[in-house]
């Protein structure tokens, strides 16, 4: 390495630019350096300390094999040997639809691409990233109605809106370069007004001009009683609902049945909240929507509101306008991009996409299964029955929202289970190959940011030991593994020229460029300005979801905090329970007083921690981090009962 080397960090989405300096691995810390994404040259917390796993002990550095019910190292070509006869045995035994391919997002665009032509070479779907579904209602909701399911503008045309709306989001916390690099600076400077729509006040409410508090799982019915308010009023944009939408005559008609005055007393905000959130869309010439994990609980209702009342608005197509997913893992959205998911192909490309089909064939030498593959979930579920291999490349499917003791046995029953990690975890305590893989920090590549700004890797250390990359160890698998050894036979360079050739998306585009390309490099920052990437090139309105689910007697709805990402972030949480004072003195609990957590609808899952009683909190919902929540989440729990 030499004395100063420049990369992206590798802690979340945003994309920063990073500076390690010779002696810094060891001191475990990193500078900012000015970017597209950090425009001030700042790091957060987490990207300072990203180097720290520079030297961490406690690193994979020899790949590890399974011997007498012991993991033990091995070399390579052992270890190497071992995986291919436990994988392909179960192709052999039972076909490749029997094997789950399960990726990460912090591997990089290659590793992720090479990963799913892996899978789909040896002829299965099955390959998933858990990214995928942190945020599958909203990029679900935008890939049907809108076309790609991906943020829709440029992080810095923030700058541009009159309008923010930040719904299920804290991206103080959560993507706190972006916010103080974007948001907090159009608030601040350019008068763009900020509204926070959240059952809990946070960080980000510090800054908010306005925070609606709905009770939890009826942001939808909100956000179609603000819809139907701007209808009756006028405040639509006529020229681009006729121009550009679809349906929106039934759309309309099913927003005359929603009253707003009931809504408001159906989700617990005042009457007049609902006229305010109208106002401000209506009087906002620019408004775009800041979206994250908490608007993922309702099946889709509230991203679906969203959607609706920016097309009602006109708001889609110009900086300042549209639609983000405030994604929180580094290369969340490349995953999905380059094809790591069940249901596509890379550059989101339908598995029955002719086209697409015929650039894989050209490439592969044979073209992709057609049949939709399993999700993580259902994999995982399918454990031992249907599935009966599994190559997990930086994920830990061991902690998932399943009961711990199930996803044990569920691991074990694998014939054949190779994880390629940076550490050892509760899923390579259960593996028969253990491989040691190389961190952001240790790799090229390319990675995508939450922006869809695809930028280059640069190695600013060398793996520990006997670790490679997980583009490597891929390669050296898949070349065992595959009809065609040489189809796998190139480094990151050629594979990702490679994934140019397949995937529109990743054509011509030059580094720190956002996809999809416009010629002669160039990228595109704001996506629709004249059409959809719909089938007819409009944006077709939803059909209202306005249910709202009531809470059981004596119970309280739960809002659970998202992780930080990043090798070593978990642990951060705390142990406090979020509480109103009025629940409280109903409970007759104190603040710092030890209670109890349990699912409403009984179970033996249950958390002890302590009240934190605050009036950032709605009455009747309470709040814990995501850590601390894990048994509640696991046993599926969305209502709770609190015991001193």
């Not at 399960?102 to 032509?117: D, F, M, V, W």
């Not at 005359?256 to 305010?276: N, R, S």
């Not at 390579?428 to 952001?440: C, E, F, K, R, S």
Request: glycine content about 10%; hydrophobic content about 40%.
């Amino acid at each position: 390495m030499t004395d100063e080397q420049s990369t992206v960090c590798p802690m979340c989405a945003v994309g920063c630019q990073l500076t390690v300096s010779g002696g810094s691995p060891d001191a475990g810390r990193a500078s900012g350096r000015a970017g597209p994404a950090n425009p001030q040259g700042t790091l957060c917390r987490r990207g300072i300390r990203a180097p720290r796993v520079l030297g961490d002990d406690d690193r994979l550095d020899a790949p590890l094999v399974r011997e007498d019910g012991e993991l033990v190292e091995a070399d390579w070509e052992t270890a190497l040997d071992r995986a291919t006869d436990g994988l392909g045995g179960v192709v052999a035994e039972a076909g490749a639809d029997a094997l789950a391919f399960l990726g990460a997002p912090h591997c990089t665009n290659e590793e992720n691409y090479r990963l799913q032509k892996l899978a789909r070479v040896l002829g299965t779907n099955n390959v998933d990233n858990r990214a995928r579904a942190c945020h599958d209602a909203a990029a679900g909701a935008l890939e049907a109605r809108f076309g790609y399911p991906a943020t829709s503008f440029a992080a810095e045309d923030v700058l541009e809106t009159d309008l923010l709306l930040a719904v299920g989001a804290n991206p103080a916390v959560q993507q706190p370069v972006f916010f103080d690099s974007f948001v907090r600076p159009a608030v601040n400077e350019r008068d763009a007004t900020l509204v926070q729509v959240d059952p809990q006040a946070n960080e980000t409410t510090r800054l908010a001009d306005h925070h609606v508090a709905p009770r939890p799982g009826a942001d939808a019915l909100l956000l179609q009683a603000v819809c139907a308010r701007l209808a009756e009023r006028g405040d639509v944009d006529e020229s681009f609902v006729a121009a550009r939408t679809t349906g929106d005559e039934v759309y309309r008609e099913a927003l005359a049945d929603v009253d707003a005055a009931e809504a408001a007393a159906e989700t617990g905000v005042p009457p007049e909240a609902v006229d305010a959130l109208a106002d401000a869309v209506a009087d906002a010439e620019r408004v775009a929507v800041l979206a994250a994990t908490g608007v993922e609980n309702d099946d889709g209702a509230t991203p679906n509101a969203l959607l609706d009342l920016l097309t009602l608005t006109g708001n889609v197509g110009e900086p300042g306008t549209g639609f983000a997913i405030l994604r929180g893992l580094a290369n969340e959205q490349g995953a999905s991009d380059v094809g790591c998911r069940p249901t596509g192909l890379p550059g989101h490309a339908a598995l029955d996409d002719a086209a697409a089909r015929e650039r894989l064939a050209d490439a592969w030498g044979v073209a992709p299964p057609e049949t939709p593959g399993l999700t993580e979930r259902e994999a995982l579920e399918g454990f031992g029955e249907r599935v009966r291999g599994a190559l997990v490349v930086g994920e830990n499917p061991a902690v998932s929202k399943y009961d711990e003791e199930w996803v044990a046995d569920r691991l074990d029953a694998l014939d054949s289970l190779v994880v390629l990690d940076v550490f050892e975890s509760e899923t390579t305590a259960h593996a028969d190959v253990v491989l040691p893989a190389a961190v952001g920090l240790e790799k090229g590549g390319t990675v995508t940011s939450l922006d869809r700004r695809v930028q280059t890797l640069t190695p600013v250390a060398e793996p520990p030991g006997d670790a490679r990359s997980d583009h490597a160890i891929l390669g050296a698998l898949a070349r065992r593994l595959a009809p065609d050894p040489d189809c796998f036979a190139g480094d990151v360079a050629e594979t990702a020229t490679e994934l140019a050739a397949v995937s529109p998306l990743h054509g011509d585009l030059d580094d720190g460029e956002r996809w999809p390309p416009t010629g002669s490099g160039s990228g595109t920052d704001t996506l629709y300005a004249e059409s959809f990437a719909t089938p007819d090139g409009k944006a077709a309105f939803s059909t209202p979801d306005v249910s709202v689910s009531a809470l059981p007697e004596g119970a309280f709805a739960l809002v659970v905090g998202s992780r930080a990402g990043g090798f070593g972030a978990a642990g951060e949480g705390d142990d406090r329970l979020r509480l109103n004072p009025t629940d409280a003195a109903e409970l007759g609990v104190a603040d710092g007083e030890a209670v109890t957590v349990t699912p409403a609808d009984g179970g033996d899952a249950a958390v002890e921690v302590v009240a934190d009683v605050t009036d950032a909190m709605r009455a009747g919902t309470v709040a814990l981090h995501a850590d601390v929540a894990d048994p509640l989440v696991r046993a599926g729990a969305t209502a709770v009962r609190i015991t001193p």
